[in-house]
């Protein structure tokens, strides 16, 4: 069995994905890098999710009887935690086939 590829083995010294016909390597790619989207989005379903729990209190206690924002709150936050798991199911599906792969 071979030994599996580093990532840093892939990317080299400028932290880039080489480009076929373009030199072996490409220029770095301006903008977050997908960690970062990652982390952000997780944090706002975070915050979506907060955000509805608030609302749903609020309005069990009576602090508010606007009853179509809290359940626009909660069916967004819905609505973002299932992409996230649709987004958490690819990585995942995508992980098993790269590791199934036979270099």
């Given at each position: ?15 880039a ?43 069990i ?11 626009l ?20 599906e ?10």
């Amino acid at each position: 069995m071979t030994d599996p590829i580093q990532v840093s083995q892939l990317l080299g010294s400028t932290g880039a994905l080489p480009v076929p016909g373009l030199g072996g390597s490409a220029a770095p790619v301006q903008g977050k890098d997908f960690k970062s989207v990652l982390l952000d989005s997780l944090d706002e379903v975070n915050r979506l999710q907060s955000e509805a729990d608030a609302g749903v209190q609020r309005l069990i206690t009576g602090e508010t009887d606007n009853v179509a924002e809290v359940f626009l709150a909660v069916n967004k936050a819905g609505i973002a935690f299932d992409l996230l798991m649709e987004v958490r199911n690819k990585l995942t599906e995508a992980y098993q086939q790269i590791r199934q792969m036979q270099v």
